[in-house]
């Protein structure tokens, strides 16, 4: 197994050897432990040379993204791993949309294509968007912005 080490600053102590946290009042320091006040940190990495993408075979749908909803293989969006594994690209309307709307989804899938409309209705959680129960019709609105 390759392995590769390298020296770098501590992060810690940000390079000082030495640690101040709440615990240390005002003008008062303690020898970091994570570098024992040298300052470094030398990283060991024993690593896996990189020969070219796995397939798995536990694997039959694949998301773009999990916006922390339970995702079985009857949920609503993805493509298939045969798909996935051959190209992995997601075209417009694979989104898990029963249970998301655009701005949810592409808030984690990919945030160049997240709406930032007026009628995006925010408050603490986006299920709580004033328009939420009727996502069907801005899922319409970012298809006809995304010429599906």
Known sequence: MPKMSYI???KSCRGTGIYKGFAEGEGVGVVCCDCRGSGKE????NYTEFTGKKQRRDIDIVFQSNCGIGLGKTSNGGISY?????????????ENRQNTCPAWWYQS????KKPNWNECGLVD???N?????????CWDKFDKEHKK
């Open 8 to 10: 770098r600053e501590c």
């Open 42 to 45: 030398i990283i060991v990495d």
């Open 82 to 94: 045969k798909e996935w594994f051959k190209n992995s690209t997601f075209p417009i309307g694979t």
């Open 109 to 112: 899938a990919d945030s160049n």
């Open 125 to 127: 959680m986006f299920k």
């Open 129 to 137: 968007c004033k328009c939420f129960k009727i996502k069907e019709k």
